[in-house]
C-alpha cells in the first residue's frame, strides 16, 4: 500500500532547513531522501538531523522523501511517521495510516517543495 502526499513550506532565507523523521507506534522502517530531478541521495535509513542546505539555496527546489515501514508491533496495524524540518513555516506533517494485515509493509511518498 502506498500514500502520497504533497506539501510547500515557506523557509528562511539565513537558516539551515534540518529534517528529522520519526517512526511512531513500535513500527520500523527507513526513509529515502533526495532532490527531485536528481539521482543523489541526501540520506537514507534514519534520519535524524539531516542539514538539507541554506534557505537561500533551496528555494525553489523540491524535497522527494520516500518512507518504507513494516508492521511488526502486533499491538495495533497504525502506523504514524511524522516529518519534523526546522527553519520553516509548518514544519511538522504527520502521515497516518493503517496496515491492511500483520506483518504488511506500507510506503508515504512525500514531496515538499520551498518557497
Known sequence: M???????VIIED?????LNITIGNAQI???LIRWK?????????KITHLTLGRGSVIKGKTLEILTNLVDINEQTNKLIV????????????TLID???NEGAHF???LSITFN
Do not use: W
Open 29 to 31: 522502517g527507513g526513509s
Open 14 to 18: 539565513n537558516s539551515d532547513v534540518i
Open 37 to 45: 530531478n536528481e539521482n543523489t541521495n541526501l540520506g537514507k535509513g
Open 82 to 93: 511524522t516529518y519534523f524540518l526546522q527553519n520553516v513555516t509548518d514544519p511538522v506533517y
Open 98 to 100: 493503517q496496515f491492511e
Open 2 to 8: 502506498k500514500t502520497d502526499q504533497i506539501a510547500r
Open 107 to 109: 510506503s508515504f511518498s
